[in-house]
Nanobody
Framework: QVQLVESGGGLVQAGGSLRLSCAASGLTTNNYAMGWFLQAPGKEREFVAGINWSGGITRYAESVKGRFTISRDNAKNTVYLQMNSLKAEDTAVYYC?????????????????WGQGTQVTVSS
């Protein structure tokens, strides 16, 4: 059974930083891409960042480029999202996700595994 467990969300002032973590278990292949999506109230889930198995390929939404960094530690089966210079509009529930293969799509329906989400609130 695949499980993705996020942690690290919370309340932060605008301009501050947070680091999200996602611990994965039960994945039967060692070639899977992982990523982060966000979902604000009343809106569709949006792609934030993704990373391939080796960590050599990353992809970011335009809105977070230069502010967020995705990374992974395969020895710990964990992916991270370092979020700097946070803005009020970054407020959302952040979901960790995984899919088999190297390709990092931005459409949420292409990912097969999801965590329960962690709330990030940025106060202005």
């Amino acid at each position: 059974q695949v499980q993705l467990v996020e942690s690290g969300g919370g309340l932060v002032q605008a301009g501050g930083s947070l680091r999200l973590s996602c611990a994965a278990s039960g994945l039967t292949t060692n070639n899977y891409a992982m990523g982060w999506f966000l979902q604000a109230p009343g809106k569709e889930r949006e792609f934030v960042a993704g990373i391939n198995w080796s960590g050599g390929i990353t992809r970011y939404a335009e809105s977070v480029k230069g502010r967020f960094t995705i990374s992974r530690d395969n020895a710990k089966n964990t992916v991270y999202l370092q979020m700097n210079s946070l803005k009020a509009e970054d407020t959302a529930v952040y979901y960790c996700t995984a899919k088999a293969g190297t390709y990092i799509p931005t459409s949420y329906y292409t990912y097969g595994y999801w965590g329960q989400g962690t709330q990030v609130t940025v106060s202005s």
